[in-house]
């Protein structure tokens, strides 16, 4: 039988106390977060997203999650945990997310936030697709932050995992502890390294006549500008890179772009503190389900099947 929402928040936050007071003190310390992470009132944001525009009975959830989302930036970061909640069932496999994702971020070759895993059921002719978009799992417990050598990868006070780009020393260690192969490496190439229009045959990269202007195009990530330039060592290049739910976006009252890009309405965000949240009705209303629940790693994706 089905949580109610109330209970279901109830029940994280038990859970979540459960699993601290069992945590060793080593684990601990890794996870608490980190020292710069600002809390309390320095963190409430007064956002006048939507404050011209009148509910609606009816009007899309777009709209009514980003209407929670300012609802939850107005309380204090340690208050809210946000939970992103996929329903497999709508998903069509167009690969907006993925392809949004990598306009949002800038993201290189070789570098994916959220792809969309693909899987054909059955045999012939009684076939189908599944598909399952898998971003981050943002865990309660995460297994890639206490294998960092230089604590360059943290859990913030709202349950996201956050990397310090100007700290990633590039060892992979939280790539290879990640269960979900949520992190990938950034190894500073350029859609655009044939050199001019005619590259040399043999080669799989496609003729492009050299990098192209918007390359190097800044992205944003962390709420910081990460320049990138041909030649240039500098961060994010060398490091691990991994989907952080767009927070810079969550900043000023905007949704994560997989979540405004999927033209099915299958994903959908929210904070798990917030009993009358879509998000939270969503996970209580069905049985939704994690990827791996016996690896204890708690994520804050969930999935409808």
């Known amino acids: 039988m089905p949580m109610s929402r109330r209970e279901f928040v109830t029940a994280s936050a038990l859970a979540g106390a459960g699993a601290a007071a069992v945590a060793t003190g080593v ?25 011209n525009i009148e509910p609606q009975a009816h009007e899309d959830v777009l709209l009514r999650m980003q209407r929670e989302l300012v609802k939850a930036m107005a309380k204090p970061v340690e208050q809210r945990h946000w939970i992103m909640v996929i329903d497999t069932r709508k998903c069509v ?151 952080h739910f767009c927070l810079h976006r969550l900043e000023v009252g905007q949704l994560p772009t997989c979540v405004t890009t999927c033209i099915g309405r299958a994903t959908y965000f929210g904070d798990a503190n917030d009993p009358d949240s879509l998000a939270v009705e969503l996970i209580t209303g069905n049985q939704a389900q994690t990827l791996e629940p016996h690896l204890g790693t708690r994520p804050s994706v969930y999935y409808i099947v």
């Not at 890794?30 to 809390?39: A, N």
């Not at 320095?42 to 939507?50: I, M």
Request: hydrophobic share 30%.
């Open 27 to 51: 684990t601990l310390n890794k996870l608490v977060g980190h020292p710069e992470d600002p809390s309390g009132e320095a963190t409430v944001r007064d956002l006048t997203v939507l404050d």
């Open 93 to 243: 496999g167009c690969d907006a997310c993925t392809i949004g994702c990598v306009a949002e971020n800038k993201l290189p070759p070789g570098v994916v936030y959220r792809p969309v895993i693909k899987e054909e059921l059955g045999q012939f002719p009684n076939v189908q697709l599944r598909f399952t978009p898998r971003p981050c799992m943002q865990c309660r417990q995460p297994p890639c932050v206490p294998v960092c050598p230089v604590k360059a990868t943290w859990q913030r006070p709202d349950g996201i995992v956050t990397i310090d780009y100007d700290k990633c020393i590039g060892c992979r260690y939280c790539i290879t502890a990640c269960p979900y192969y949520a992190r990938t490496s950034d190894f500073g190439e350029f859609y655009g390294d044939g050199a001019a229009i005619g590259a040399p045959a043999g080669t799989d990269r496609p003729v492009t006549g050299g990098i192209q202007p918007w390359e190097g195009v800044p992205n944003f990530e962390y709420a910081k500008n990460w320049a990138r330039k041909k030649g240039s060592k500098k961060s994010p290049k060398g490091n691990a890179r991994k989907c």
